[in-house]
C-alpha cells in the first residue's frame, strides 16, 4: 500500500492507453481502500481547459493547470492519476516542480505510433491527416519522449495487469528513496 499521496503522470500519443491504464490504477488503488482522483486530459478539455486549444502555449498551460490540480488533490491526502498527452519534455518537467519529485511518477506509455491508429476509435488520426491544423499529437504536432521517466511502459505489449503490477511496484521502490532522488526502471 502507498501511504503517502502520490501522482503518477501518464503520458504518450493518443490512443496510446492512457485513460484505460489510468481507470485501471484508480480501481486497483480504490479496492485497496485508497482515495484517488482520476485526471484525464479530455474530460478536462470539456471543463477547466475548455478555453485552451492546441496550441504549443495552450498545451503547455493545460499540463500547467492540471499539475496544479494534482498538487491540491496530494496535499489533501488523495492520489492523482493524470492522463494527458502533455507533449513537451518542459510542461512534464514544469508539472514534477508543481507537485514535488517526491510524489511525481512520470509513466511515459511508449506504444508505437501505428498501434495507436489502429486504436483510434474516435478518428482523431484519419482527420489530422486529412487536416493538419487540427496539430494532432504524433501527426501535425510534436511529441517529446521522456528522456528519464521513472517508467516506460508499451501497452502494445504489455497487459493492463502487468501494468499495474510494474506501476505499483516502482512507485513502493520510489518512496523508499531519499526523495531526492529519482530512479529509472524500463521494460524491456
Given at each position: 500500500?502507498?501511504?503517502?499521496?502520490?501522482?503518477?503522470?501518464?503520458?504518450?500519443?493518443?490512443?496510446?492507453?492512457?485513460?484505460?491504464l489510468?481507470n485501471?490504477?484508480?480501481e486497483?488503488?480504490?479496492a485497496?481502500?485508497?482515495a484517488?482522483?482520476?485526471?484525464?486530459?479530455?474530460?478536462?478539455?470539456?471543463?477547466?481547459?475548455?478555453?485552451l486549444g492546441?496550441?504549443?502555449?495552450?498545451?503547455?498551460?493545460?499540463?500547467?493547470?492540471?499539475a496544479?490540480?494534482?498538487?491540491l488533490?496530494?496535499?489533501?491526502?488523495?492520489?492523482a492519476?493524470?492522463?494527458?498527452?502533455?507533449?513537451?519534455?518542459?510542461?512534464?518537467?514544469?508539472?514534477?516542480?508543481i507537485?514535488?519529485?517526491?510524489?511525481?511518477?512520470e509513466?511515459?506509455?511508449?506504444?508505437?505510433?501505428?498501434?495507436?491508429?489502429?486504436?483510434?476509435v474516435?478518428?482523431?488520426?484519419?482527420?489530422?491527416?486529412?487536416d493538419?491544423?487540427?496539430?494532432l499529437?504524433?501527426?501535425?504536432?510534436p511529441?517529446?519522449?521522456?528522456?528519464?521517466?521513472?517508467l516506460?511502459?508499451?501497452t502494445s505489449?504489455?497487459n493492463?495487469?502487468?501494468?499495474?503490477?510494474?506501476?505499483?511496484?516502482?512507485?513502493?521502490?520510489?518512496?523508499?528513496?531519499?526523495?531526492c532522488?529519482?530512479?529509472?526502471?524500463?521494460?524491456?
Open positions: 500500500m502507498i501511504r503517502t499521496p502520490h501522482t503518477w503522470w501518464l503520458t504518450g500519443l493518443p490512443c496510446a492507453g492512457k485513460t484505460t489510468a485501471a490504477l484508480a486497483r488503488l480504490r485497496q481502500g485508497q484517488v482522483c482520476v485526471l484525464d486530459g479530455d474530460v478536462l478539455r470539456a471543463g477547466v481547459a475548455s478555453d492546441f496550441s504549443p502555449a495552450d498545451r503547455e498551460e493545460q499540463a500547467r493547470r492540471t496544479e490540480m494534482a498538487r488533490i496530494n496535499r489533501n491526502g488523495i492520489h492519476i493524470v492522463a494527458l498527452v502533455s507533449p513537451t519534455r518542459s510542461g512534464r518537467a514544469l508539472a514534477r516542480d507537485i514535488g519529485t517526491a510524489r511525481f511518477s509513466v511515459y506509455l511508449a506504444t508505437p505510433l501505428a498501434v495507436c491508429r489502429q486504436r483510434d474516435k478518428g482523431w488520426y484519419a482527420r489530422a491527416e486529412i493538419p491544423a487540427l496539430a499529437t504524433g501527426v501535425s504536432a511529441y517529446e519522449a521522456p528522456q528519464r521517466p521513472e516506460t511502459i508499451d505489449i504489455t493492463i495487469e502487468l501494468a499495474l503490477a510494474q506501476i505499483l511496484s516502482n512507485t513502493q521502490n520510489q518512496v523508499m528513496l531519499d526523495p532522488q529519482t530512479i529509472a526502471t524500463q521494460n524491456p
